[in-house]
């Protein structure tokens, strides 16, 4: 069953399909990260369309989200042990067909059910794709491509409410939709012909249910009390928080004694690992401080009209993506570990600005604080992943990929109500402008104390590494 070997091929054909399969798994990344941010300018088109409220139409977002942050783990383990190409063909598939089914939903609610079903595939396509980059190149080359995925990542973010807002005026809402169709069929034609087979785990490597049902439904009660309540934290938050705890407790017990664990407990006690996960969960909480606080202060704190405030909030996207290539480059040459303290240092100071220069110097302070805080980012997030990727065992790229992306997304969900809650918490009572800059301040400096706290984490991991 296996006609390809895992090693890179050194025949000559080899550079040219691998281009085709780099390209294959750019476009996956495309995809998902798409999905992730199209569908939120076309709420108020989706609650006139179907005479919903707003607390409804937000679960066509909060759907995808979901899903991803439940079940990206555990389709990272299936990869794993079914074989990541023949998932991914799976998961592209599914997201192709989930996003006809969106486009054709008679009710908001099928339109919700098809959300959540095109992020389960936009889950696998995220948790495989860069499994895909330790299988398929040489270690030497893992940075460059980690920063290739990364900016198409960012590309993905940045271009979903700009197309999103161009389809809806064009046609239709449905049209935020129907652009996956022909993306997601050539990615899954390039995937098909282009991708190396891939061995699957032994026979004998069984897979856990109870372990995974658990995992997902932890997750899920910890994502929703970061959600719902739209930035209060009432009864129901806390409930959902409680039941993540005991989720988390049974689910740890649970992979102590099962004799094939989703994830094994000792994999977590790796420092470098452990470290990785915490600092991207720690960066991705303050990265999405700067999509939920940015607006706002832009439009009430300065003044800016609303084209203005989507150029300057299109600055931050943009250096992330031009930063991406590089910092792989960078990473692949300079080494990983440098390159992701650099990057957390530059962050740091982003953030520190951003706390001082947009109350004396504007708009201008804020576009010069943001782009160093991204720039940053891109250069963590490159070398966060090549560290981690480059090194870890064939049968486990799967699952640390998808638990590298699970830390994505529980900072991002974490970061969009503690960080708004923080913000919030100082821009009422007093006069508008001065409390959204107070907020402002606030907000950042905070964010500035946990990239201190990522940097503390990431260089102690990365001192703790055994030498090569």
Same mark, same amino acid.
């Given at each position: 069953?296996? $006609? ?13 399909? #691998?281009?085709?399969? +780099?390209?294959?798994?750019?476009l996956?990344?495309?995809l998902?990260?798409l ?6 300018v ?17 679960w ?5 989200? +979901? ?9 990272g ?23 006809l089914a ?28 860069? !499994? ?17 995925l ?6 993905g ?14 046609m239709?809402?449905? !049209? ?23 061995d ?10 109870l372990?995974?049902?658990l995992?997902?439904?932890t ?9 719902l ?5 009432? $009864?129901?938050?806390m409930? #959902?928080?409680?039941?993540? !705890?005991v ?8 992979e ?16 470098r690992? $452990? ?12 990265m ?21 405030? *989507?150029?300057?909030? $299109? ?5 992330a ?18 390159v ?21 110097? *504007?708009?201008s ?12 980012? *891109? ?21 640390v ?10 900072g991002l ?5 503690l ?8 821009a009422?009572?007093i006069?508008?402008?001065?409390? #959204? ?7 950042? !400096?905070?964010?500035?104390? +946990? +990239?201190?706290?990522? #940097? ?13």
């Amino acid at each position: 069953m296996q $006609s390809n070997p895992t090693t890179l091929p050194t025949t000559p054909p080899t550079e040219r399909a #691998l281009r085709w399969a +780099l390209a294959s798994l750019a476009l996956s990344m495309l995809l998902s990260s798409l999905g992730t941010s199209i569908a939120n300018v076309g709420l108020p088109t989706l609650a006139q369309a179907f005479d919903a409220s707003f607390q409804q139409v937000q679960w066509v977002v909060l759907a995808y989200l +979901l899903a991803i942050t439940t079940l990206v783990v555990s389709v990272g383990r299936l990869g794993d042990l079914l074989g990541r190409k023949r998932l991914l063909l799976g998961g592209s598939a599914l997201f192709t067909l989930a996003s006809l089914a969106c486009a054709m939903a008679p009710t908001l609610w099928l339109l919700i059910a098809a959300r959540a079903a095109q992020g389960l595939g936009a889950a696998t396509m995220m948790a495989l794709t860069m !499994a895909f980059v330790g299988q398929t190149l040489p270690k030497e080359k893992t940075g460059s491509a980690m920063g290739m995925l990364a900016t198409m990542s960012a590309i993905g973010t940045a271009l979903g409410p700009m197309l999103g807002g161009l389809l809806i005026a064009a046609m239709d809402w449905r !049209a935020l939709f129907w652009v996956n169709l022909p993306l997601g069929l050539l990615s899954l034609l390039l995937a098909w012909r282009y991708l190396p087979l891939d061995d699957a785990a032994k026979k004998d490597a069984g897979f856990d249910p109870l372990g995974t049902l658990l995992l997902a439904l932890t997750l899920a009660a910890y994502a929703l009390s970061m959600t719902l309540g739209r930035g209060h934290f009432g $009864s129901l938050n806390m409930a #959902l928080l409680l039941a993540a !705890a005991v989720g988390l407790g049974l689910f740890l017990l649970v992979e102590s004694r099962v004799a094939s664990p989703l994830i094994r407990l000792d994999l977590l006690r790796d420092p470098r690992l $452990s470290a990785s996960l915490a600092s991207s969960a720690l960066v991705a909480t303050v990265m999405m401080s700067t999509l939920v606080v940015g607006p706002f202060y832009l439009a009430r704190g300065l003044g800016l009209a609303a084209p203005l405030v *989507g150029l300057a909030l $299109s600055v931050g996207p943009l250096v992330a993506a031009l930063t991406g290539v590089p910092a792989g480059r960078l990473a692949d040459h300079w080494g990983a570990a440098r390159v992701t303290l650099l990057g957390l240092a530059a962050m740091v100071v982003g953030a520190l600005l951003l706390a001082l220069l947009p109350s004396a110097l *504007g708009v201008s302070g804020y576009v010069a604080s943001i782009a160093v805080l991204t720039g940053g980012y *891109g250069l963590f997030q490159t070398a966060n992943n090549t560290a981690v990727m480059a090194d870890v065992a064939p049968t486990q790229r799967g699952l640390v990929s998808g638990l590298l992306n699970l830390a994505r997304n529980l900072g991002l969900v974490s970061g969009a109500s503690l960080m708004g809650a923080v913000f919030a918490s100082h821009a009422e009572d007093i006069g508008q402008a001065q409390a #959204l800059a107070k907020g402002m301040h606030l907000t950042f !400096a905070v964010a500035a104390a +946990l +990239l201190l706290a990522a #940097l503390a984490i990431a260089a102690r991991g990365l001192a703790a590494r055994k030498p090569v």
